[in-house]
């Protein structure tokens, strides 16, 4: 059996903090002509500047009403609170280059803190910065903690779920009950407990569970779906399109999600968003999109455009010929011509409320081969986007390298401690135990060429065990992150700002990236035998409008790389805030990140949690130094092999 050794390390060598391995190429290591950044530099000069906020609600929708925005800088006497007008946004003058605090207040609202950096192009800047109603639970103000699961509660959901997929609600619903004692705080839990429920037709307890799991998680993808189609089906049209579109605005959609979007919608009368959505479920469902084509054509029959419905059917029983859905639409397809003639003339179309709700399979009854085990890859999954808010990926690049770059270079070292959990996952999506262990290291930030930097680590765990959980282990999987952010690969990549999408209830850019078919050198390598393996890579980064910091990075595999038979590679990792105490400093690092890896048909899942950052001053024991030659940093690496200890 293949092994795999793929060393994570959190703050491994050129790895801890993703959001600052954008520094470790300077343009002048390379031979290529002044950055973009530095022409900012060099054309702001002691001119000054103008600061445009945007202050828009959760789904990026200007704000009703005046907000109160204070600005204050952070180095000098710059206070001034301005009235948002036009569009929701205040306007500030005479603004020199540097870092500011802002705050915006609404009535009903909770206060939106954020700092800006600016370091414009031109002399206006616009940011954005969101709102988030009072009655929502604060959910950006904190790293993610991983549930705890003991080799009991793990036993009692594995007995859930296997009586679940033999359709014994009953047996399911006493286990899930047993799960729920132990860990009464695990959304999870409640949300399994919910679907047996539903399986019994007890519809009003599934109800109690899958709001007992938002309590906990208001943003628990899985229960909001199954909490909007038990409301569709029971004929609550209002409060399913609320509870879709909050499962829309907190996780992104798939194709299930825009399916059922799309049903409530056409259900209430709102067609034009019917419409929008039920062709989104039919792009991002692929081969999975009959139904959705079903649906568009009756909707688009219900809004009188008539032709379009006769292409979406006829392309329907082309594409699923032997799909249920591709029957009846060649039955509506025979009897079109006669509803075309007896047509009324234009009038508004009227609600599709007798629609059927769309049989969505529960996840947990899939067969095993179709049950999914890892999120979806990047391009089967979007994220609702602000209107009018405009973005430029090479802009926004520079100014994200400029603010690390002024993070990162009055630091020498820190420490952290990392949590590991391993699962190995069987051909039925079925996880298997958690191996964890905890590592402790200290990073040394090293110059590299003449204005970047590396991290260099020391690491270890405690007790007289320095290895990880299993043979599989994961290493520089932060660096892949964002080297596919530093200029000296910028050429190897194709870039797009997609718009404006929300994190954690942050306004952020979010762009896509995917590596080049010609590209000369990969940012993620797998080594076996000696030998080294290009992994090509596209994934989103989400950078935030106010300060460009990073708060999340997402990739995976731009196509399986068929000699190593590596089929999925799918990594996120948050950012987030992180305080040093002893300087009175704030720097952006990673939160945790999440792996999802099949290989050779074994899958695997890891998770990566960072904490108790510690700062330390210079000493003379390490110095930073000029750096000794100006070579490219290391790529990522990973490395199958039967040897654990090998590299």
């Not at 409530?264 to 019917?274: H, I, L, P, Q, S």
């Not at 329907?316 to 509803?339: M, Q």
């Not at 391993?422 to 996880?431: A, L, V």
Request: net charge neutral; glycine share 8%; hydrophobic share 40%.
């Amino acid at each position: 059996m293949l092994r795999v050794r793929a060393r994570v390390f959190t703050s491994a060598k050129f790895s801890i903090a993703l959001a600052w391995i954008v520094l470790l190429c300077g343009t002048s290591a390379f031979g290529q002509k002044p950055s973009l950044g530095d022409q900012i530099q060099q054309g702001l000069g002691t001119a000054t500047l103008s600061l445009s906020i945007s202050v828009r609600d959760a789904g990026g929708v200007p704000m009703d009403g005046a907000c109160v925005v204070t600005l204050i800088a952070r180095a000098g006497s710059y206070n001034q609170t301005a009235t948002t007008r036009d569009a929701s946004t205040a306007e500030f003058n005479g603004l020199t280059p540097g870092d500011y605090e802002a705050s915006a207040t609404y009535p009903g609202y909770q206060t939106a803190r954020e700092s800006i950096s600016m370091n414009a192009f031109g002399s206006n800047m616009r940011v954005y910065i969101y709102m988030i109603p009072e009655a929502d639970k604060k959910s950006q103000g904190s790293p993610p903690k991983g549930l705890a699961v003991s080799p009991k509660l793990q036993a009692e959901i594995e007995k859930g779920l296997e009586a679940m997929r033999k359709r014994h609600f009953d047996v399911a619903r006493a286990h899930f009950t047993k799960g729920l004692s132990l860990a009464p705080g695990n959304p999870d839990l409640s949300y399994l407990l919910g679907t047996a429920e539903m399986g019994l037709n007890h519809n009003d307890i599934a109800t109690q569970n899958f709001e007992r799991a938002l309590a906990i998680d208001p943003t628990h993808e899985r229960t909001l779906l199954a909490l909007g189609e038990m409301q569709l089906r029971n004929g609550e049209t209002s409060a399913a399109i609320g509870t879709l579109e909050k499962a829309f605005l907190k996780n992104g959609a798939g194709w299930r999600t825009h399916l059922l979007l799309a049903t409530a919608y056409a259900k209430a009368g709102r067609m034009a968003d019917a419409e929008t959505h039920a062709w989104r479920a039919t792009e991002l469902a692929r081969e999975k999109g009959a139904a959705a084509r079903l649906l568009l054509g009756e909707i688009q029959e219900a809004e009188g455009k008539l032709p379009a419905a006769q292409a979406t059917w006829q392309d329907l029983a082309s594409k699923f010929p032997d799909d249920p859905s591709a029957a009846e639409a060649r039955k509506r397809l025979v009897t079109l011509p006669a509803r075309q003639t007896a047509a009324s003339v234009s009038s508004a179309p009227a609600p599709l409320a007798d629609l059927p709700v769309p049989a969505i399979s529960n996840l947990e009854l899939l067969p095993g081969k179709q049950r999914p085990w890892a999120p979806p890859d990047i391009d089967s999954r979007e994220y609702p986007l602000a209107q009018n808010a405009s973005c430029s990926a090479e802009e926004i690049l520079v100014r994200a390298e400029h603010r690390l770059k002024s993070q990162m270079q009055n630091f020498e070292k820190f420490t952290a401690t990392e949590h590991i959990e391993h699962q190995e996952i069987d051909r039925f999506g079925r996880p298997g135990p958690v191996k964890s262990r905890d590592f402790s290291y200290i990073v040394f930030v090293d110059r590299y060429a003449e204005d970047s930097f590396f991290l260099n680590e020391d690491r270890y765990a405690g007790g007289s065990d320095f290895s990880f959980p299993t043979s599989l282990a994961t290493e520089g999987l932060n660096n892949l992150g964002v080297a596919v952010l530093q200029p000296a690969t910028r050429k190897d990549f194709n870039y797009q700002c997609e718009g404006l999408a929300s994190i954690r209830g942050k306004a952020a850019w979010q762009i896509r990236f995917e590596e080049k078919k010609d590209a000369a050198r990969g940012v993620r390598n797998w080594r076996r035998d000696g030998k080294l393996y290009q992994i090509p890579v596209k994934g989103r980064a989400w950078l935030a409008s106010t300060s460009f910091d990073v708060l999340r990075i997402e990739t995976d595999l731009r196509e399986p790389v068929e000699i190593l038979a590596l089929t999925r590679d799918h990594l996120l990792v948050d950012y987030g805030p992180v305080e040093f105490a002893s300087s009175n400093a704030t720097l952006w690092l990673p939160w945790s990140a999440e792996m999802h890896m099949e290989l050779h048909g074994h899958r695997y899942h890891h998770k990566h949690y960072l904490t108790d950052y510690m700062l330390f001053g210079v000493d003379t024991k390490h110095k930073i130094g000029k750096p000794k030659e100006a070579s490219p940093p290391p790529t990522t690496e990973a490395t199958p092999s039967g040897n654990p200890n090998s590299l």
